[in-house]
């Protein structure tokens, strides 16, 4: 073997071994960081940045709410105090102050925290919310409402999750129903708010409302075979057997125009089973 085949030949040795241990070192890294998901991922990250940065109030606060989800809470603590030493202004700090006393299940403190921060920011969606939740939690519903309210009405596009949390404060069923009607015009036809809108109208015997209502989502929906359905439910229950065997009947014609693979599914085979001897049947 002449020198330059030896050379060649360990240098690929030498490339392979070194792609191995490449190979080895990520297998390693990978594992730990799977061993050690999500937050505290985030808590080791954070902390690299902050011997980096350690003026940040920003970065503080950001581990703060990391600790807080391990309620870590002497850690939470050390890092709100020492990020409002560093920034005693910050926007956020009386929120973080807040999330810990409610991580903590201290509601008044969190309250009070918050109150002092919306006199001179009453328009902060974040802490209506926050301080709705404390509120909340603290029993006065009445004042959570309020700052629910508030914070919607500052909110661009509020989330149908928070709409839905706001709303669920309101104890009597018909203005819960209105103000899900108000979201409903504001948010467009989001799912979550015609479903608890059409339980309250079932539990305020309002049938014909919650019929129309299942009407309409049905000529909306890809699959309305599950509004048909339904619908024929709410007529068998209220004694009105020739109509709910229509919408019965309307349900499996609904089927019927889906692709065959979808059809032959066993869940929609199911459905047909349930569906045909009531759209035939006496009602």
Not at 100 to 119: C, G, K, M, V
Not at 192 to 218: D, H, P, V, Y
Request: hydrophobic fraction near 45%; include cysteine.
């Amino acid at each position: 073997m002449n020198h330059v085949k030896y050379f060649l030949i360990m240098y690929r040795m030498r490339a392979l071994h070194c792609c191995l241990m490449a190979a080895a070192t990520w297998l390693v890294l990978s594992q730990a960081l799977m061993a050690h998901p999500g937050t505290d991922v985030a808590i080791v990250d954070l902390t690299a940045l902050i011997n980096s940065s350690p003026e940040s109030a920003e970065l503080r606060l950001r581990r703060a709410s990391c600790y807080l989800e391990h309620q870590r809470w002497p850690e939470a603590a050390a890092d709100i105090d020492h990020a409002a030493t560093l920034s005693p202004d910050h926007a956020d700090l009386a929120l973080a102050r807040a999330e810990y006393f409610l991580a903590r299940d201290e509601p008044l403190a969190a309250i009070n925290a918050l109150t002092s921060h919306l006199i001179s920011h009453p328009a902060d969606p974040a802490a209506r919310i926050l301080r709705a939740r404390a509120r909340a939690r603290n029993g006065d519903s009445l004042e959570a409402q309020i700052d629910f309210q508030l914070a919607l009405r500052h909110l661009s596009e509020p989330k149908p999750e928070l709409w839905l949390e706001a709303n669920a404060l309101i104890p009597e069923p018909a203005a819960a129903l209105a103000d899900l009607e108000t979201g409903l015009t504001r948010l467009g036809p989001v799912p979550a708010l015609e479903e608890r809108s059409l339980k309250l109208e079932l539990q305020l015997g309002r049938i014909e409302s919650a019929l129309q209502r299942l009407t309409r989502l049905a000529a909306q929906a890809e699959r309305p075979e599950t509004y048909h359905h339904r619908r024929g439910d709410i007529l068998f229950q209220a004694n009105r057997g020739p109509e709910a065997r229509i919408a019965y009947a309307e349900a499996l014609a609904a089927i019927d125009r889906l692709p065959d693979w979808l059809r032959r599914s066993e869940r929609t085979q199911q459905l047909i089973a349930q569906l045909t001897p009531l759209a035939t049947s006496q009602l």
